[in-house]
């Protein structure tokens, strides 16, 4: 079964699930903002419904799911149908690039990270934000994959395994930043950013495209 099909049939669903644990999504954008560049032309690569995308400020957005685009595009996110591993832009387009729980469901993890490298300038940065495999959270989410409609077909990664993908492809000066120590589903409040990784169940990691 195509990966996009559980996105197409319930947007709602998945949009729902951060209006129901706002704590969570707090806790992943604080993350993402800490390592993401504050200005300067974005975009995100697997868009979604644009949750991510438009409290950043990215203007741009690709996905393969057209159910998951036109609500990214009720955002104010110029969104692209298009895959992470073949994205539809010229080399050096953007100055910053940003993966959010996409990692899991690609293809070719490599050849993404090849195509973020190609499409940002130099000195651009690609943050990517993920479930690591390699916490609390990520085995529970590995464990319980096959109840979740939309990550059963996912490859959850551990940090180690995606900071070799960023050096793989060329990117340099790595960070590192965690968060979601506590359980996403009774959180009340939004958990706080450390750096490294090994204990948060959201990690994010941003690399840099040589000068």
């Known amino acids: 079964m195509p990966k996009t099909i559980p996105f197409d049939a319930h947007p709602e669903r ?3 699930w951060f209006e129901q644990h706002e704590a969570a999504h707090q806790s992943e954008l604080r993350a993402i903002e800490a390592l993401l ?13 644009g949750r991510f995308a438009a409290p950043l400020g990215l203007e741009h957005g690709v996905d393969p799911s057209p159910a998951m685009r036109e609500r990214a595009r009720e955002r104010g996110i110029e969104a692209k149908d298009g895959v992470a591993e073949d994205l ?3 080399d050096a387009r ?8 996409t990692l899991c469901f690609l293809d070719d993890p490599p050849q993404a990270f090849r195509e973020a490298h190609r499409v940002l300038h130099p000195g651009g ?9 390699d916490s609390p959270l ?22 180690a395994e995606v900071l070799d993908l960023f050096e793989e492809a060329g990117f340099e000066k790595m ?3 965690q968060t979601l120590f506590s359980n996403p589903e009774t959180m009340s409040e939004p958990d706080p950013v450390w750096e490294g990784h ?12 040589p000068c």
């Open 125 to 133: 940065a690609l943050v990517v934000g993920f479930i690591d495999w």
């Open 138 to 159: 990520g085995h529970r989410y590995e464990e319980e994959k096959t109840q979740n409609v939309f990550y059963r077909p996912a490859r959850f990664h551990a940090a």
């Open 94 to 101: 953007f100055d910053r690039a940003l993966m959010t729980t």
């Open 198 to 209: 090994g204990r948060g169940g959201f990690v994010v990691i941003r690399g840099e495209v």
């Open 88 to 90: 539809p832009y010229p």
């Open 175 to 177: 960070q590192v930043r």
């Open 37 to 49: 560049p504050d200005a300067g032309d974005g975009l995100e690569i697997g868009v979604g419904t």
């Open 14 to 16: 998945y949009d729902d």
